[in-house]
């Protein structure tokens, strides 16, 4: 954690060989800015890197998206 400016939710243990989250603060005269960054990987080799390809890159970001889209409307 680096407050205000960023935090980063890190995986130590789950379904991901990789995974790491991270969240970056900016502040303008409208108000706060988040930027999500995610790295991640896909356990079971070529198998895992093929589902990354395929299904998990759109769906992590499909996942980050709706969050935020709550985050914002409340």
């Known amino acids: 954690?680096?407050?205000?400016?960023s935090f980063v939710d890190e995986?130590?243990?789950?379904?991901?060989?990789?995974f790491r989250?991270?969240?970056?603060?900016?502040?303008?005269?409208?108000g706060t800015?988040?930027?999500?960054?995610i790295e991640f990987a896909a356990p079971f080799g070529p198998i895992g890197l093929l589902a990354e390809n395929l299904v998990l890159a759109r769906y992590?970001?499909?996942l980050i998206e709706t969050?935020?889209?709550r985050l914002t409307s409340r």
């Open 21 to 30: 989250h991270i969240h970056e603060f900016s502040q303008d005269a409208k």
């Open 1 to 5: 954690m680096e407050a205000p400016d």
């Open 60 to 62: 992590m970001q499909k």
């Open 33 to 37: 800015t988040m930027i999500d960054r």
């Open 67 to 69: 969050r935020n889209r």
């Open 11 to 18: 995986q130590v243990k789950g379904p991901f060989k990789r």
